[in-house]
């Protein structure tokens, strides 16, 4: 079987937790027997237009065109670019065995031989859909969050626009994918998507890349660069968009050095946090939080390995790949209950959850943490426990395989 990714993003290339799903979802059905994973995505500075890695082919593509006139613009260019690539490919793999035979029908393929595209959320599904019914191809796409769900509502008419994509996405798709329950709830709710047409795979986290040399005087150092000996890491990693809830968490500091003074919160990650900034000078706050600004790959699991607490009080959350992060780095884990998290992190079980919009009840569920070391160390070994035996990659990797059966079979035994 021959999946084709479609994603905007895929690493070095990271903008969001597509880029990661994609990466070891991608890495996991790669090795399992049978499977050949190719990935088509955006061109990124540094890195090869194609290659070879942990068995998943990968292309690397530009938008067509310059001075494009607005995101819109570039995001269709970026698809027309994916849609040629990938269309290369299948054409190689459809190639007549003489001049003079036609191009193999892909519905008399085996299933060894089957072509199944993939696309990742709406940044892709004009390239899909073009290839969809150019070659008669069955999608399975995967919706990792909708327009409806991160503003509250449709709005605007860029809400409208990008609402209707997903819709027609999640029409033209054989399958839907969705991470948690509550997407498969919003894909109905927001894109009109029929229950019985879509199927929930957990997110997944590879708990291996935790497992590195990291002796107490490494890590005593490393700290430093963050925290004062007798200072508690609170660790935040995310964008600073409203939907993350940084602001929550920033609004909940006061409170929570009112509980336990010596709290120090690191906030990782790139983009624009002026107005995060902002809001920590108004409070007073301001020494007490660390903007790290973008965070390499290596530094970030180790900061995940000296945190003593990792928070992500999002609004917004169709899943939380950064939690189940902290869960395999073993880290206390605090969480709102917006969205799919309480899906991820069971209360009382494997982590502490706090309503979603509130800084007093966020600061007393870090406090918690703080005051029963032990009982946040039981937490956080039933969490790592549960990173093995359900948000590991190659089980999930099976899952999603199984889906690729069910539409290669009932792909065969329709009448296009």
Same mark, same amino acid.
């Given at each position: ?22 990466? =070891? ?14 990935? *088509? ?7 090869? =237009? ?33 849609? &040629?690539?990938?269309?290369? +490919?299948? &054409? ?34 004009? !390239? ?63 894109? %009109?998507?029929?229950?019985?047409? *879509? &199927? ?30 007798? =200072?508690?890491?609170?660790?935040? *990693? ?28 690191? /906030? ?32 970030? +699991? ?13 609004? %917004? ?10 869960? !395999? ?23 502490? *959850? ?5 800084? /007093?009840?966020?600061? &007393? ?31 999930? !990797?099976?899952?999603?395989? !199984? ?14």
């Amino acid at each position: 079987m021959r999946v084709l990714m479609l994603s905007w993003e895929y690493p070095p290339r990271i903008v969001g937790g597509i880029a990661r799903h994609v990466e =070891e979802l991608s890495w996991s059905l790669a090795g399992i027997p049978g499977v050949e994973v190719h990935v *088509v995505t955006c061109e990124f500075h540094g890195a090869p =237009e194609y290659e070879e890695f942990n068995g998943v082919h990968i292309y690397r593509v530009k938008a067509y065109g310059e001075n494009h006139a607005d995101f819109f613009h570039w995001i269709h260019e970026l698809n027309n670019a994916m849609r &040629d690539r990938a269309a290369a +490919l299948i &054409d190689q793999w459809l190639k007549p065995k003489t001049s003079r035979s036609k191009p193999t029908d892909p519905k008399k393929l085996g299933w060894d031989n089957g072509i199944i595209l993939h696309p990742h959320d709406w940044l892709s599904h004009f !390239a899909a859909v073009e290839l969809k019914y150019k070659y008669k191809l069955p999608v399975v796409a995967t919706v990792h969050a909708t327009e409806y769900g991160r503003n509250s509502g449709i709005h605007s008419e860029t809400n409208r626009y990008i609402n209707s994509i997903e819709q027609q996405l999640s029409h033209e798709a054989w399958r839907v994918i969705v991470c948690s329950e509550f997407m498969k709830k919003e894909v109905n709710t927001a894109l %009109y998507t029929p229950e019985d047409k *879509v &199927d929930i795979i957990f997110n997944g986290v590879v708990k291996r890349k935790f497992n590195f040399e990291f002796s107490g005087e490494e890590a005593a150092v490393f700290r430093a660069r963050f925290a004062l000996p007798d =200072e508690k890491i609170v660790l935040f *990693v995310g964008r600073g968009v409203r939907e993350k809830g940084c602001q929550v968490l920033i609004d909940a500091l006061p409170h929570l050095r009112h509980r336990y003074f010596a709290s120090k919160l690191v /906030i990782a990650g790139g983009g624009d946090r002026r107005h995060l900034i902002e809001q920590a000078v108004k409070l007073g706050v301001s020494d007490q939080c660390l903007f790290t600004g973008f965070i390499p790959d290596d530094d970030l +699991l180790r900061l995940y390995k000296v945190a003593d607490a990792a928070c992500f009080p999002s609004l %917004y959350e169709p899943f939380g790949i950064v939690a189940l992060e902290a869960m !395999a780095a073993a880290v206390p884990v605090v969480v709102s209950d917006a969205g799919g998290l309480p899906e991820v992190v069971e209360a009382g079980v494997t982590g502490t *959850v706090t309503r979603a919009d509130d800084p /007093i009840n966020l600061a &007393d569920g870090i406090a918690a943490i703080f005051r029963d070391p032990e009982t946040a160390a039981a937490m956080a070994a039933e969490a790592l426990n549960r990173v093995d035996t359900i948000f590991n990659w190659d089980n999930l !990797a099976e899952q999603t395989v !199984a889906v690729y059966n069910r539409v290669w079979d009932e792909y065969q035994a329709s009448n296009w």
